[in-house]
């Protein structure tokens, strides 16, 4: 008999393949509770697609998810949440090694009872590396002002590594979601508004690791980020009383 899928691991990909084998390999030594790892591509002619067909005839538990919606990394997300077996759900970027490492302390903090675990670069122990310089800016920029100017609990609303309760995903809206990974930034502040127990571990990010060319385009990453943040402003002032659940991993 199969063991419970424990953590479904969701890798939304866009021509990644310098990359794909190395994380899947690196994410299947260091998962060690039973689990799936969905690669989700929303093009036919991806060229990730031979190397996910490779990793799926060498490994049972990866899987090959289409997203047969729009295009985009959210429909992306939903299209592997609709096909996961997990009891949680981690989203994971390709092209990342450095947040393999917190992903037990995650499990941790979900295990004492947390809705969502979000990674941060930004305290004690969390630390961001290469990329684009005026990206690395804007987000640390965005989350310090963010925290300032409203009463979010965590220090990296921005990050796109997130895990959480497989069934509480339908219960986010994503109404200010828009381009690119801005949807994560608006699952923080949702998670907020909606008080489920939120908890946050230090992660090691090193951008493009593996190389290739960020499809990341600045005005719109901008204008999508800065309407969540008009959201977060709206919906947690800095009056508003803290969620009843929020607990943090620390690096030493």
């Known amino acids: 008999m199969d063991e419970k899928v424990v953590l479904s691991v969701l890798i939304p990909v866009r021509n990644e393949p310098e990359g794909i084998t190395i994380i899947v390999k690196v994410l299947k030594a260091l998962i060690e509770v039973p689990h799936e790892l969905l690669i989700i591509t929303d093009n036919q002619k991806d060229s990730t697609i031979p190397f996910i067909q490779f990793l799926c005839r060498q490994f049972p538990n990866v899987k090959h998810i289409e997203n047969t919606n729009k295009r985009g990394v959210l429909n992306a997300i939903k299209a592997g949440v609709s096909a996961s077996q997990g009891e949680y759900i981690m989203i994971y970027a390709a092209d990342e090694v450095g947040p393999v490492l917190a992903i037990s302390q995650m499990l941790q903090l979900m295990n004492r009872g947390c809705d969502l675990v979000s990674g941060t670069r930004y305290a004690k122990g969390g630390k961001r590396y290469g990329g684009s310089r005026i990206g690395h800016f804007l987000s640390r920029v965005a989350n310090r002002l963010f925290g300032l100017m409203t009463s979010t609990e965590l220090s990296d609303c921005t990050t796109g590594l997130k895990m959480f309760r497989a069934d509480i995903f339908p219960k986010f809206s994503f109404v200010s979601a828009g381009t690119g990974w801005s949807f994560a930034f608006d699952m923080s502040i949702e998670a907020q508004v909606l008080r489920l127990k939120i908890g946050e571990v230090p992660i090691v990010s090193i951008d493009r690791l593996f190389g290739g060319k960020s499809s ?17 402003m709206k919906e947690l002032p800095p009056w508003r009383s803290s969620t009843p659940c929020m607990q943090v991993c620390e690096n030493e």
């Open 216 to 232: 990341m385009k600045l005005m719109p990453w901008i204008c999508a980020y800065f309407k969540c943040f008009i959201r977060g």
